[in-house]
T-cell receptor
Framework: DQQVKQNSPSLSVQEGRISILNCDYT??????FLWYKKYPAEGPTFLIS?????DKNEDGRFTVFLNKSAKHLSLHIVPSQPGDSAVYFC?????????????FGQGTTLQVKP | EPEVTQTPSHQVTQMGQEVILRCVPI?????FYWYRQILGQKVEFLVS????????KSEIFDDQFSVERPDGSNFTLKIRSTKLEDSAMYFC??????????FGSGTRLTVV
């Protein structure tokens, strides 16, 4: 039951360029979306989130875009830095849930080349 | 910066044995979670815990699993009789609200 999908298992970009990571979801009841970054041997680290009432949220080099009609969100990293190399997970929370349960995508491994 | 602490970082156990994974959440957080990630797969929700009781659990969280907050600071996940397929990274998380978790670094459980 893949309610949250990240169809690109990996992405490689040059330092200084834009990284665009994509995520699709199937459940229209999701109303809160998050991006996490994960380094090997560490837990996921929260990056940025967006509520379904918005279509864009920006925090420094990171911007998340939400297209509700397409059930699609994306994370833009500009400019990309070698330290951004990690696995990126998108996650979604169900609107009627107040338990905080998150549904994660499979992750995309980003490699930023110097 | 406050962090969620998990111990041990790696646990090896024999099939059929009981294991307890330990977590110390951030002190003023009220919501607690366990997730797991089998190698190469997605991070999966196991259970959420609030106000000293389970608020939601997944299909994975069957009778072999239990959680406790025994002393107001620790949050434990117990697997009563481990199976080979329980081998995974187990992540504890905590948050002050149902949003915006902080995850621990995880415990790698290897069942042999």
């Amino acid at each position: 039951d893949q309610q949250v999908k990240q169809n690109s298992p990996s992405l490689s970009v040059q330092e200084g360029r834009i990284s665009i990571l994509n995520c699709d979801y199937t459940n229209s009841m999701f109303d809160y979306f998050l991006w996490y970054k994960k380094y090997p041997a560490e837990g996921p680290t929260f990056l940025i989130s967006i509520s379904s009432i918005k279509d864009k949220n920006e925090d420094g080099r990171f911007t998340v875009f939400l297209n509700k009609s397409a059930k699609h969100l994306s994370l833009h990293i500009v400019p990309s830095q070698p330290g951004d190399s990690a696995v990126y997970f998108c996650a979604a929370e169900h609107g009627s849930s107040n338990t905080g349960k998150l549904i994660f995508g499979q992750g995309t491994t980003l490699q930023v080349k110097p | 910066e406050p962090e969620v602490t998990q111990t041990p970082s790696h646990q090896v156990t024999q099939m059929g044995q009981e294991v307890i994974l330990r977590c110390v959440p951030i002190s003023n957080h009220l919501y607690f979670y366990w997730y797991r990630q089998i190698l190469g797969q997605k991070v999966e929700f196991l259970v959420s815990f609030y106000n000293n009781e389970i608020s939601e659990k997944s299909e994975i969280f069957d009778d072999q699993f239990s959680v406790e907050r025994p002393d107001g600071s620790n949050f434990t996940l117990k697997i009563r009789s481990t199976k080979l397929e329980d081998s995974a990274m187990y992540f504890c998380a905590s948050s002050p609200t149902p949003y915006g978790y902080t995850f621990g670094s995880g415990t790698r459980l290897t069942v042999v």
